[in-house]
Each structure stands twice: as structure tokens, then as C-alpha cells.
């Protein structure tokens, strides 16, 4: 049997018992963390209320619209997946999480790999380490990925892996529908829409990815962080909470720049949008930059599931929301993407607050006095 440190070539990945820790040692004390003010966002915060779209609603695509052009973020009611599958997930996640280290390490990710245990992508980028342990899914291998971790394929494997894929299911087709909600949302007619389909598949060959969020308590709530500001790079999250809130979407001023503090709503999903659907919608609907923190009482578990295009297919804005205007944002493939946020990180300086999550962006916005750009159109654009 290797040693545990032997298991992970991780550099972040510290052999460190955060369920077990008395203290936050420097090593995940984070800079910066209390330059904005954090908000509440629940129902009756007014101008901060997080906006909140029931998909049974005949007006949700208007409420989508005003929610992605204004939040990029919004809390979806009336999705249809019932509570208490919500509810076996988030057993499910929190008894995988709690098995020894040992086990789990047997998942870890390596350098580059997509998938796997351990920090989050984005932790390579900076000094610091986030309180907080990660688990990244295709789940379409759900099975063999899941065996790592219980090779004896016992009972906690078979029912974990069957309420995943229960799971998965019901967010696949989720996924679809708030698909075709978006593209009323930005003013597509019925044909407009059929045609984007035929033309580029969006819904069929959407790529999705489960990722599992793990944030433990902590004695030091103030001095940690449990994720670490980002923007998500594909087209949109769907996002499942527990009962304890942590997730904060930055916004910015007037009256100031703050955090607002997603309240967690029972069966409620939080929608992100991501990169490379402010990319396809030219710029209209706005990717939302968000963080997680801890606390000191409650541990606290999140599922993120991630739809993007397919790897190979370029990105850039739909001629239909273009219309006569110019596109905003030259065409790209989610890996070629992945590139320049990390080149973006790079220019930044790891651990400054520099992105806003805008940064990549700007990185691949189409120079209106540069005519180079009318010419970069690719797959899902034209
Ligand atoms: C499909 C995705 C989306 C990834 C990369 C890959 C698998 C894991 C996702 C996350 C999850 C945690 C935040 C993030 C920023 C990270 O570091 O890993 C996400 C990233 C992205 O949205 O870019
Ligand atoms: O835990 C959360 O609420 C946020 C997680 C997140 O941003 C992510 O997994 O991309
Ligand atoms: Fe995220």
C-alpha cells in the first residue's frame, strides 16, 4: 500500500485532515477575504434578493431573462426533482466524503486529469489552499469512477451509484428544458430555435460534468475559504445546496461592490451561468462570479452539474442574438478556453483579486476597431 502523499503528485493536495483540525493554519489562510461587505439575499432583501424563477410559471422566460442579464445567477423553483431525491444525494455525497482518507485517495486526481478527487481545478492557480474537498464526475462513468473508492462494489457503492444515476437523469433533462428556456429568454422565435438545434445539436451534444463540494467545518471561519472566486467556464450550472448557506455572488456597486449570500431554499437549484454562455449569447446573458465560504458550526455539501458544449465544437456568439450588430467575442472550444483563463490567472498574479471573472473574458472579446475578428466564426456562431 503507497503512502498517501505518494497517491497524489498534487503538489495542493496536502495530506491535512480538515474534519479533524483545531486550527487554520497558514497554509489555508487566505488574504482579502473580508474586502466587500457580504450581504443577505433571501426573499425581502429587496434590490439583493437573489432573483427566483419558477420554471411552472408562464412568465419564467422573462424572469430568466432579467435574472441572467442583471445576476447571471438565480435561485429555479418548480424544476420537478423531487425533494427527497435532493435529499438522498446529499446523504449520499456526505457518506462518501466521510470515508478515510486513504479511500478516497485512491480517486485522486492526477495533474491534468478531468476527473477525479481532490481540490478544485482552479486550486493549482493559487498559493493558498480552500477549505474544502472536491469530486469531479463524468457521469456517464459514474460506475468504474465510483470503484476506486469502494473496490469491493459493496452495498454503500450500489446505493450511491444508484441514486447518482437517478439523479443524473432527472438533471439531464432539466438541463434540456431550461436549454430551450434560455433561448426564449434571449427572444429566440420557435423556428429560430429549432434552427439552432438542427444547426448546432446545443442540447444533444452538451457535455456535462457532476462535481461534489465538500466544505467541513472550520474553527476559523473568518480566515479560510471553502472556494475560491471564480467564474464557471461553460455554458451554465445547476447547483444543489445543503441546508446551509455559504454560496456568495459578487455584485457590483452602486450603492458598493458586495457578496450576496444565496439563501438556501428547500428544493430550491441555484443557476450560474458561465463563461462561454455570455460567449454564445454575445455578450447579453452575464456569467456571475461566486465563492463559497465556510463555517464554524455546520459542515456544508454542494453539487455542481455542469453543461457545456462538446469539446471540439467552437463557441462564439449565435448570429441570432447577433443579428445586425457585430459579435462581442471571437470563436472557441472549452478546453481552448480553459487556456486562456489560465493564462489569465497567470497575468493576474495568483493570489490577486484581479479576474472579477472577467479577465478571460476580455482576453477573447472581439477589439470593435479590429476587423480581424469578423472573420473568427465557428461552429455554434454561424
Ligand atoms: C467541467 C468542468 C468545470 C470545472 C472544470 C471541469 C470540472 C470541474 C469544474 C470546476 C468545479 C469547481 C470550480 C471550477 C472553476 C473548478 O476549478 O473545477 C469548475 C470548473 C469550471 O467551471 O471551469
Ligand atoms: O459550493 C458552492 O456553493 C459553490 C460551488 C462552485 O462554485 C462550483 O463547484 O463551481
Ligand atoms: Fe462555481
Redesign the pocket.
Known sequence: MPTPSKLNKDPHNHYFDLGAARQVPETHAWEGLHEHPVVDGGVGAGEDAVPVVDMQDPHAAEAVARASEQWGAFLLQGHGVPRELLARVEAGIAGMFALPKTDKMRAARQGGD?YGYGL????LYFSKTMWSE?Y?LSPTNLRPELRKIWPDAGHDYSQFCGVMEEFHKEMRALADKLMELFLVALGLTGPQIAGVEAEHKLTETMSE?I?LNWYPKCPDPKRALG?KA?T???FF?LLMQSQVPGLHLFRHGPPADRWVEVPAVPGALVVNI?DLFQILTNGRFRSVYHRAVVNRDRERISL?Y?L?PAANAKVGPLKEVVGGGRPAYRALTWPEY?IVRKEAFANGGADLEFTKGGTALEMVSINPDDDDGMDDQGDISS
Open positions: 478531468p478544485p481545478h482552479i486550486a472536491g469531479s460534468t462535481h472556494m471564480h464557471d467556464s461553460g450550472a458561465g455542481a455542469f457545456g480553459i
